[in-house]
């Protein structure tokens, strides 16, 4: 490998210094120094060969992990020549966790405690979550770690916050559908945002709680009605229904799991999940049953693990090691990587609908561009669905909507 600056990164613990950094002082928590060799091993999520990044362990995907590995390198050197003169952290950005008690909060949290790029971890709840921020905050991880409890503590959890992510609400219990939790998530969900937009109305907001195909719509009027709404940071984390698509085509076609890469567009409910099997990195060909087969796996993997669950909840540790690749993207993104691109499910004009899921490209003030180029040359399948999924996305979203203008009518 290339010699790489003297400077190495360094967690909270004991520096490695160079030579030219004996002077400084051995240990300084968040004195960020960066080599590619400390990186691979920082960064436990890429596992400790990642040398280049480009683990299968890794939650980035390998382009990613390419465009990651080019920023580090990148900033090792500057990080290099700013340290001669003074110690700059390289974790900056703060991030809130709300719902960070539960099943999908606690293990999200402890992955983007792990995220080089955290300096301030967030974690709030309506209860328990003194004891997961006690926990969490002996990881030797860069991130200093607050927990806020109830309403009254909400706002200090928001204030200054980067990235925002909202995995609180109820999940679902066999039988019931995603939008049989709208009842009790929408309420939770327009509270929060009312929140976010009072404090941190500049954050990357990503909603989680489902039904997303409605929650999300909610947010942005409630954001609207706030007078802060920008289209381009409000996120619904659809994340997960690549990672499945990912997964579930590697297997199928006994590819490196690294490599493949498949679009899901549309919603995230059932029939509106729509992978772009025609579309998957690197070209595969597929039959009809096996399009099918795994079109219907993919739509129902969410269910699939609600009946695993037997009554215990949904997807928690999939949802998020998928959130938290969805939070690092975002702040590589805010720290100016130029080559993020990530599916969610995002205000859109990419179809008569006024939310659709798809590829974007974000950027430092959010989505930077919707890519349309995957709902070009579909195949008739995929048209076919396509077509389909829209009746039911449009109801969730107006349900969403007039939802929102229902409370503020009753307000
Ligand atoms: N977008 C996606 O792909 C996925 C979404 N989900 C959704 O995520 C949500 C959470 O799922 P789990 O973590 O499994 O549920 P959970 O019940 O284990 O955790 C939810 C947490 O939210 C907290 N909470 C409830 N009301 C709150 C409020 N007003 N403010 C702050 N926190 C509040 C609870 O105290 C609890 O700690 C569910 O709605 C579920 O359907 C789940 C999996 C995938
Ligand atoms: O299925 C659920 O209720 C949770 C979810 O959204 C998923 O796992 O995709």
């Known amino acids: 490998m290339a010699a790489t600056p003297a400077a190495t990164f360094s967690i909270g613990t004991t520096s490695s210094l160079g030579s030219k950094m004996s002077s400084l002082p051995q240990s300084k928590p968040c004195a960020l120094r960066l080599n590619q060799n400390s990186l691979k091993s920082f960064s436990g999520l890429k596992a400790a060969s990642s040398v280049n990044c480009e683990s299968e362990s890794s939650f980035l995907g390998k382009e990613s992990s390419a465009a990651l590995r080019g920023s580090f390198a990148q900033k090792a050197q500057k990080a290099d020549r700013r340290f001669q003169y003074n110690f700059q952290p390289r974790a900056s950005y703060k991030v809130a966790v709300l719902g960070a008690a539960g099943g999908i909060g606690q ?103 489902n039904p997303v195909n409605s929650t999300v719509p909610i947010a942005a009027e409630v954001l609207k009605q706030k007078g802060v709404y920008d289209p381009k940071k409000l996120f619904g984390v659809s994340t997960l229904d690549v990672v499945r698509a990912n997964t579930f085509v590697a297997q199928q076609k006994n590819l490196k799991l690294i490599d493949v890469d498949v679009p899901v567009v549309g919603g995230h409910a059932g029939i509106t999940i729509l992978p772009l099997l025609s579309k998957t990195k690197p070209s595969v060909s597929f039959t009809d049953e096996e399009i099918q087969q ?3 796996r993919i739509q129902n993997a969410g269910t699939e693990v609600v009946e695993a669950k037997a009554g215990a909840g949904s997807a928690t540790l999939s949802m998020a090691y998928a959130a938290a690749r969805f939070v690092e993207s975002s702040l590589r993104a805010l720290d100016g990587d130029g080559d993020v691109y990530e599916c969610s ?30 709902l070009q040359g579909l195949t008739e399948y995929e048209q076919k669905a396509l077509e389909a999924l829209k009746p039911e996305l449009k109801a969730s979203i107006e349900k969403g909507i007039s939802f929102a203008h229902k409370q503020t009518v009753a307000a």
């Open 107 to 209: 293990p999200l949290s402890l992955l983007i405690k792990m995220s080089p790029l955290v300096s301030d971890l967030h974690l709030y709840d309506i209860a328990n979550v003194k004891g997961v921020a006690a926990d969490l905050s002996h990881c030797n991880t860069p991130s200093k770690v607050r927990d806020f409890t109830g309403n009254s503590e909400l706002a200090n959890a928001l204030k200054g916050v980067n990235v925002v992510v909202i995995p609180a609400g109820v999940p679902r219990k066999p039988g019931m559908t995603r939008d049989d939790l709208f009842n009790i998530n929408a309420g939770i969900v327009k509270n929060l945002v009312e929140a976010v937009a009072d404090n941190c109305p500049d954050a990357f907001l990503h909603i989680i709680s």
């Open 294 to 296: 795994l079109t219907v």
């Open 345 to 374: 499910y995002v205000q859109s004009d990419l179809t008569e609908l006024p939310f659709f899921a798809s590829r974007i490209k974000l950027g430092r003030k959010g989505v930077e561009a919707i890519i349309s180029s995957d």
